[in-house]
């Protein structure tokens, strides 16, 4: 009786834990409440910028985009996204005019 109801626990973990990997994955959202309406994370539009924010390399096709401010910007690589999305303003600026020219520090 025993073996019965660990048999039993150990199905139930197993679908309730196969239910709970279904879940979408979580999108990253930027840590002021402020930015929420004006920051969203695109995955197919193209960045109107051809070189990255962050760190100033070219923006390579395959990255993920964000929009901020009517603007869709591009990244040289994942992981920039994040760290625009959580301070747009900052990383906005290092953008020449026409989103050519990286004109901020490394």
Do not use: H
């Not at 239910?19 to 402020?34: C, H, M, R, S, Y």
């Not at 009517?70 to 020449?96: H, M, Q, W």
């Not at 989103?99 to 520090?105: A, V």
Request: charged fraction near 25%; charge should be positive; glycine fraction near 8%.
């Amino acid at each position: 009786m025993k073996n019965i109801i660990v048999f039993s626990a150990l199905i139930f973990l197993s679908l309730g834990y196969y239910g709970i990997a279904q879940n979408k994955p979580k999108e990253v959202q930027p840590k002021n409440n402020n930015q929420t309406e004006s920051v969203q994370k695109e995955e197919v539009k193209k960045p109107w910028n051809s070189v990255c924010p962050v760190k100033g390399n070219p923006v390579e096709e395959d990255t993920p985009t964000v929009e901020y401010n009517g603007k869709v910007y591009g990244f040289c690589c994942p992981g920039c996204d994040i760290k625009f999305a959580r301070n747009p303003e900052r990383y906005a600026k290092n953008l020449s005019e026409d989103g050519k020219k990286f004109i901020g520090k490394k």
